[in-house]
Nanobody, 118 residues
Framework: QVQLVESGGGLVQAGGSLRLSCVGS????????MSWYRRRPGKEREMVAS????????RYRDSVKGRFTISRDNSRTRMELQMERLEPEDTAVYYCNAWRIGYHLDYWGEGIQVTVSS
């Protein structure tokens, strides 16, 4: 069955770094675009970063541009989010998402907590 498993979350002080990983299985990973979403306390879920299936195209929400970097390794069915200069406002549950346009396919991980202390 399809699985997206996130890892790498935790507690970090403001200004610190974390690297989130997501490993996919049960689907053709290289055919899917991948994204990281987050749900901050009391807020709606929001897209943080997105990467095309080939890795050639990336997008970021404005608040993380220059601080976060999304990447993927299709040979390892793995996606990562390197987060630098973390801010308390980055505190959220982060979700891995796999999507395939035109096929109405959309998969989600269970989420992982990132807490940034001030």
């Amino acid at each position: 069955q399809v699985q997206l498993v996130e890892s790498g979350g935790g507690l970090v002080q403001a200004g610190g770094s974390l690297r989130l990983s997501c490993v996919g299985s049960g689907f053709s990973f290289s055919d899917f675009g991948m994204s990281w979403y987050r749900r901050r306390p009391g807020k709606e879920r929001e897209m943080v970063a997105s990467i095309s299936n080939t890795g050639d195209n990336t997008r970021y929400r404005d608040s993380v541009k220059g601080r976060f970097t999304i990447s993927r390794d299709n040979s390892r069915t793995r996606m990562e989010l390197q987060m630098e200069r973390l801010e308390p406002e980055d505190t959220a549950v982060y979700y891995c998402n796999a999507w395939r346009i035109g096929y109405h396919l959309d998969y989600w991980g269970e989420g992982i907590q990132v807490t940034v202390s001030s």
